[in-house]
């Protein structure tokens, strides 16, 4: 079944079974997940969320599996009474995130692995979805730097080497799930077609700006785990060093348009330097 179709999701459900508070295995910014006591959950979507975003992380998630990556798929989509909904396999395991905490001794083999299976998604072709670079400069057109620095930099951003690889878009530990099967990848709704380079830029900036715990010692892991995590994706991936380089000015621009309030000052370093070196004009 294409992921396009839009099905009524209780009819996939088992007898009787209603989602409640007592079903939530997890809650996310987007979605609670509700165990439907079969070996699948249904991920039911809060109103903020668009329905493109809904039907782009089905299909995605569905692409990335019949390719071969370790991804959670898709099994439907579709609407129960005023709720939207993924129905997926249960993933037995818990997050990166988590692991990680639980054995901090060997974050390192952890980020190595995670470094791996990018590498692996990005070998995979993309198909027809969304540009990733479309996606970078609307974000840069609709962010906050002055309209002669978007107008550069969108620019720029066009003239760059393109990809055709799929690309995760929020590829975090949050969203690496690590189980008897090994790493499984969830969350594909901000997936994109393009070059490797600006996902990777992307996970950079996830794993040193991005949500969660920003005290010093947290920033000095989280700086150290970037540069593993690149040295290790580096190792597996068939990607010139020189287009992270590339690319990280205009991915960074992008990121200001959503950005939490995190670790300013480190952020607007990274950022400023990337212009630098890119010959842009500062911000
Ligand atoms: N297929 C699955 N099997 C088991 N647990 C899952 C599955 N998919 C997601 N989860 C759990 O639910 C949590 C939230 O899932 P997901 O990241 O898809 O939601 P989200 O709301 O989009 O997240 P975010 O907070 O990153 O926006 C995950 O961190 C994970 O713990
Ligand atoms: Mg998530």
């Given at each position: 079944?294409?992921?396009?179709?839009?099905?009524?999701l209780e009819r996939t459900w088992p007898d009787g079974w209603r989602p409640d508070a007592?079903?939530?295995?997890?809650?996310?910014?987007?979605?609670d997940l509700h165990d439907l006591g079969d070996g699948r959950?249904?991920?039911?979507?809060?109103?903020?969320?668009?329905?493109?975003?809904?039907?782009?992380?089905?299909?995605?998630?569905?692409?990335?599996h019949e390719r071969g990556i370790a991804a959670a798929p898709a099994l439907a989509r579709g609407i129960a009474g005023d709720l939207r909904g993924i129905?997926?396999?249960?993933?037995?395991?818990?997050?990166?995130?988590?692991?990680?905490?639980q054995h901090p001794t060997r974050a390192g083999e952890a980020i190595d692995r995670i470094a791996t299976a990018q590498a692996a998604i990005h070998k995979a072709a993309g198909g027809a979805g969304r540009r990733l670079k479309d996606v970078i400069a609307t974000d840069i057109a609709y962010g906050p730097a002055p309209a002669a620095v978007q107008k550069a930099a969108i620019e720029r951003l066009a003239?760059?080497?393109?990809?055709?690889?799929?690309?995760?878009?929020?590829?975090?530990?949050?969203?690496?799930?690590?189980?008897?099967?090994?790493?499984?990848?969830?969350?594909?709704?901000?997936?994109?077609?393009?070059?490797?380079?600006?996902?990777?830029?992307?996970t950079e900036m996830l794993m040193r700006f991005?949500?969660?715990?920003?005290?010093?010692?947290?920033?000095?892991?989280r700086d150290w785990a970037a540069r593993r995590l690149k040295r290790s994706y580096l190792l597996a991936a068939d990607v010139d060093p020189?287009?992270?380089?590339?690319?990280?000015?205009?991915?960074?621009?992008?990121?200001?348009?959503?950005?939490?309030?995190?670790?300013?000052?480190?952020?607007?370093?990274?950022?400023?330097?990337?212009?630098?070196?890119?010959?842009?004009p500062p911000l």
């Open positions: 079944m294409t992921q396009r179709t839009v099905i009524d007592a079903s939530v295995v997890a809650s996310g910014v987007s979605a959950v249904v991920k039911l979507f809060r109103p903020a969320v668009s329905d493109d975003m809904i039907a782009r992380e089905a299909e995605m998630s569905a692409l990335a129905v997926y396999p249960l993933v037995a395991g818990t997050t990166m995130m988590r692991w990680i905490r003239a760059l080497p393109d990809g055709e690889a799929l690309l995760h878009g929020d590829y975090h530990l949050g969203n690496i799930m690590t189980g008897p099967d090994g790493l499984t990848v969830i969350d594909w709704s901000k997936a994109a077609v393009g070059h490797p380079a600006a996902d990777l830029v992307r991005g949500i969660g715990p920003d005290d010093w010692i947290t920033n000095l892991w020189a287009a992270i380089d590339r690319y990280r000015p205009f991915v960074a621009l992008a990121w200001l348009r959503a950005r939490s309030a995190g670790r300013n000052r480190a952020f607007r370093a990274y950022l400023d330097a990337a212009m630098k070196r890119a010959g842009l």
